[in-house]
């Protein structure tokens, strides 16, 4: 199959994806569009959930094996759509629609990809794709819940619109609720231990703190107090104070070391809601990395986070559009990012599994 017959059908199937509903957890349409068209193109593949995944023809198990997942799922269009978000239409060289650029385009590309090499033998690596649920709101319905059915993998390649540089690092997500405990009295009384006042402590701490260790790729471990909620009354001391702090770990702590140094600084209780959304990264030296180098391509730290925090594997977060445009109105993706995007592709994974 020629690049151009892949980068036409690439297209093609985007469009009825963007004309296809996919919000987070409500899948079921595009994962019929995606099954069909596995079924179409004779690729032997597996559900569970709105997850799909497939491997290669020739299959070896004694060989290491090379992920390409991306998501299907999109958040749900914002307020200032000027365009119909369900309608493919093309103008001026760009394809607009809700998921074209996150992560359609590069979905779409990477299913190419496998499609490329799907029937080639003598392969370094097997190649194994995922087609994922739940992507936009971390949920536990998608590349997590597929993820020991997979079998060993060596390396994963994240699709998410990076301009097809290489981000060879990720931060991770821990969100933590802060509980600050005080007690009740009357406001016009020396009465009362004010809840307010013991929290305001804990979030200095939270503004000012510089963790020791810096990520070369990522820099600073980054906390941001987001929310704040207490009292009742006016003159009602409170005896509660609780707030939320997000909390963007790079690569050079994990969560739980993270969390072990906040919880000895801060007096309030500290709740995360998940220490599941890892960072990650894959060394420079990485073959993948290097063809990519020398291609002329850019590495660099992403402060975004996608599913590349649910494997503990080596992985490369790379893929066609801009970052930029995830999640903003009348969203869109150039044709011709799709079309060179799966000829990188190609020529990156070519250096690696040939």
């Known amino acids: 199959m020629t690049e151009n017959t892949l980068y036409n059908e690439a297209v093609e199937l985007l469009k009825r994806l963007i004309s296809t509903p996919s919000f987070s957890k409500e899948e079921a349409d595009t994962f019929k569009i995606l099954c069909d068209f596995f079924t179409q193109k004779g690729v032997v593949f597996h559900t569970k959930g709105y997850n ?64 490329h090499f799907y029937e080639a033998q003598n392969l370094k690596y097997n190649i194994a794709i995922a087609t994922t649920a739940e992507e936009e709101n971390s949920g536990k319905g998608g590349l997590e819940s597929i993820i020991k059915e997979l079998g060993k993998l060596d390396f994963a390649i994240i699709g998410e ?46 503004q000012n703190y510089r963790f020791t260790k810096q990520s070369e790729t990522l820099g600073p471990v980054k906390m941001t107090v987001t929310i704040i909620n207490a009292g009742t009354l006016h003159n009602v001391v409170p005896d509660n104070c609780t707030f939320t702090v997000d909390v963007r770990v790079t690569d050079a702590y994990s969560n739980q070391d993270v969390l072990k140094i906040i919880r000895e600084f801060v007096s309030c209780e500290v709740v995360p809601r998940s220490i599941r959304l890892k960072p990650s990264s894959i060394p420079k030296e990485h073959p993948i990395v290097q063809a990519g180098i020398a291609m002329g391509k850019k590495t660099y730290g992403s402060p975004t986070t996608s599913d590349q925090s649910l494997l503990d594997i080596p992985s490369l977060k790379c893929g066609p559009g801009d970052s930029a445009r995830s999640h903003t109105a009348d969203e869109f993706i150039y044709l011709e990012e799709i079309e060179k995007g799966i000829a990188d592709y190609i020529q990156m994974i070519n250096q690696v599994v040939k």
């Open 161 to 206: 619109p990076t301009l097809m540089d290489l981000a060879i690092a990720e931060k991770g997500l821990l969100v933590l609720d802060c509980y600050a405990k005080g007690k009740s009295g009357h406001a016009a009384r020396d009465e009362g231990d004010n809840a307010i006042y013991k929290a305001l402590k804990d979030i200095q701490w939270f």
């Open 52 to 115: 799909i995944w497939a491997y290669n023809k020739y299959f070896d198990a004694n060989k290491p094996t090379l992920l390409l997942n991306s998501h299907h799922d999109t958040v749900k269009p914002n307020k200032s759509y000027t365009r119909d978000p369900f309608s493919p239409d093309v103008e001026d060289g760009k394809l607009y629609g809700l998921g074209s650029n996150d992560a359609g385009g590069c979905l779409v590309s990477l299913i190419a990809i496998f499609l």
